[in-house]
């Protein structure tokens, strides 16, 4: 996998898996998200930076870490990459949707240990 390092960032190939739910309901329609759809994400620590060697486990070990993709999943979507140590997997928790100055939105998740 490649990982590309940008100071306070890092980049993953992430995929997106099954939702909690079948299906998500936005704006009164129905829609389903096709499983294992590959999506970039950057992972943002909220703690300051700190050196480390995989600043991933780092950043989820608080708990709940921020990703900026250009179309975040629904909440209750979960995510996985494989990360230093293995397959890691987090779940939406909520989603600030970009703006015209800033289209990228903001994801925030937490890590599924189950």
Do not use: H, K
């Not at 949707?97 to 289209?103: H, I, K, N, Q, V």
Request: proline share 6%; aromatic share 6%.
């Amino acid at each position: 996998m490649s990982r590309t390092f940008d100071p306070g960032a890092l980049n993953l190939r992430m995929q997106v898996l099954e939702p909690v739910a079948s299906d998500d309901e936005i704006g009164g329609g129905t829609i389903a998200y096709t499983q294992r759809r590959s999506v970039w994400a950057a992972f943002e620590e909220d703690a300051p930076a700190r050196q480390s060697a995989d600043p991933v486990n780092d950043a989820l070990a608080t708990g709940t870490v921020r990703t900026r993709i250009a179309l975040a999943p629904p909440v209750g979507w979960r995510l996985q990459w494989n990360a230093l140590g293995g397959m890691r997997a987090v779940e939406v928790i909520a989603v600030q949707r970009g703006t015209s100055a800033d289209p990228f939105d903001l994801c925030a998740v937490r890590e599924v240990t189950s």
